[in-house]
């Protein structure tokens, strides 16, 4: 597990809030604007845009879909179509939390497994869920479906219904759009990869 900074080297290469104002600007919305189209706080807006909030999956794909480009664009480094992308490890981004993330914050770290080809369907990243108390689990739900299978740890999917304990090699498969939570189960962190596909 890398050791946490208090800046984000990751986020601040990718300029993800850079990207953010300028989709902002192009659409001529203000913050508050933005937040009512997307039912995301102002504040949590603006500190993405700052660069002082890493956001989670669920908010970046509510932002994507507003200003309808792709999840990508976010994490690509130049946009541009291919029919063919290939990933090296090396070139992955990854996205943590900050060591005093705000209340409410989704506190997974995950890196973006493809990030050159803004029209796909699906996203895929590699994401670790640390182990908390069940209170502090953080709720999301957002519209497509989701696959996640376990490589390493135990981990635990909820929802308001519903708790499943997920081993390593096992897998679930769910539509984002009922409210759920992971964390780790037992020490260190779980880690998986998750597949999203969000509808047009």
């Known amino acids: 597990m890398p050791t946490h ?3 984000s080297h990751e986020l601040k290469d990718l300029k993800l809030g850079h990207k953010l104002k300028d989709l902002r600007d192009k659409f001529r919305l203000t913050i508050q604007d933005l937040a009512a189209r997307t039912g995301l706080d102002a504040e949590t807006l603006t500190h993405i845009e700052s660069g002082a909030l890493v956001p989670p ?9 507003t200003f309808q480009v792709g999840l990508a664009y976010f994490f690509e480094d130049q946009p541009g179509g291919v029919k063919i992308s290939l990933m090296r490890k090396a070139d992955r981004k990854r996205l943590e939390r900050r060591p005093h993330h705000m209340s409410g914050e989704v506190t997974y770290i995950y890196e973006t ?4 080809k803004p029209d796909k369907h699906m996203e895929p990243f590699l994401v670790e869920f640390p182990a908390m108390p069940t209170e502090d689990m953080v709720f999301v739900s957002h519209e497509g479906e989701e696959f ?10 909820r929802t308001p219904d519903r708790v499943e304990i997920l081993e ?4 679930i498969y769910f539509d984002s759009d009922v409210s759920h939570s992971f964390r780790c189960v037992g020490e260190g962190t779980a880690k998986a990869v998750v597949v999203v596909w969000s509808r047009p």
Not at 57 to 65: D, H, I, N, Y
Not at 148 to 157: A, D
């Open 5 to 7: 900074h208090d800046e």
């Open 168 to 171: 390593p090699g096992d897998s």
């Open 57 to 65: 999956v669920a908010t970046l794909l509510k932002l994507a879909k």
């Open 148 to 157: 996640v299978y376990l490589m390493e740890g135990r981990l635990e999917f």
């Open 113 to 116: 497994l493809e990030n050159r």
